[in-house]
Antibody, heavy 122, light 105 residues
Framework: QVQLVESGGGVVQPGGSLRLSCAAS????????MHWVRQAPGKGLEWVAF????????YYADSVKGRFTISRDNSKNTLYLQMNSLRAEDTAVYYC???????????????WGQGTLVTVSS | EIVMTQSPATLSVSPGERATLSCRAS??????LAWYQQKPGQAPRLLIY???TRATGIPARFSGSGSGTEFTLTISSLQSEDFAVYYC???????FGQGTRLEIK
């Protein structure tokens, strides 16, 4: 069965950096694009970033463009999110999610991890 | 930027009754529309993709319809486990709606 396990969350000061990881299993990781989606406390879902199955294309929400970088290591079945210049408004649970279609340029998210909490506070 | 608007923000329905949730796109997204369910403390779960195709394991009481800019999620006979927050998402640029909270009347 598909499993996605996020790690790397924690408390960081404004302006700081953090790298999230997502370990994937139960499917052919190298055949699927992957997403990061976040949810601020008590708020709705906000899509953050997408990376194609082979890492050839990456897309970002305007709110994180230039500060966050999505990447993947298909040899380790792992997805990453490097977050720099963090702001209070980046405080959220960050979910990694598998794209629903093989080799696509990004469709819906069909499996989600349980999320990791990032808190940006001094 | 395509903006997704869900209505109503909160819907109160009795168990066993039908619930109808709406989602509107600011411009056409064709059928590139998904619906998710989220319960407190849990990750979202995919219900519908392609505007009307149920995801694996989703009960038949959940149905989606629409195309272009107007979409509907219908739950035909509400069960206790269906009370949750529902989000629509278009996957042209992946923006979500703000969610509809479905609560017990």
């Amino acid at each position: 069965q598909v499993q996605l396990v996020e790690s790397g969350g924690g408390v960081v000061q404004p302006g700081g950096s953090l790298r999230l990881s997502c370990a994937a299993s139960g499917f052919t990781f190298s055949s699927y694009g992957m997403h990061w989606v976040r949810q601020a406390p008590g708020k709705g879902l906000e899509w953050v970033a997408f990376i194609r199955y082979d890492g050839s294309n990456k897309y970002y929400a305007d709110s994180v463009k230039g500060r966050f970088t999505i990447s993947r290591d298909n040899s380790k079945n792992t997805l990453y999110l490097q977050m720099n210049s963090l702001r209070a408004e980046d405080t959220a649970v960050y979910y990694c999610a598998k794209d629903g279609s093989r080799y696509s340029s990004g469709w819906y998210e069909d499996y989600w991890g349980q999320g990791t909490l990032v808190t940006v506070s001094s | 930027e395509i903006v997704m608007t869900q209505s109503p923000a909160t819907l109160s329905v009795s168990p066993g009754e039908r619930a109808t949730l709406s989602c509107r796109a600011s411009q056409s997204v064709s059928s590139n529309l998904a619906w998710y369910q989220q319960k407190p403390g849990q990750a979202p779960r995919l219900l519908i993709y392609g505007a009307s195709t149920r995801a694996t394991g989703i009960p038949a009481r959940f149905s989606g319809s629409g195309s272009g800019t107007e979409f509907t999620l219908t739950i035909s006979s509400l069960q206790s486990e269906d009370f949750a927050v529902y989000y629509c998402q278009q996957y042209n640029n992946w923006h979500f709606g703000q969610g509809t909270r479905l609560e017990i009347k």
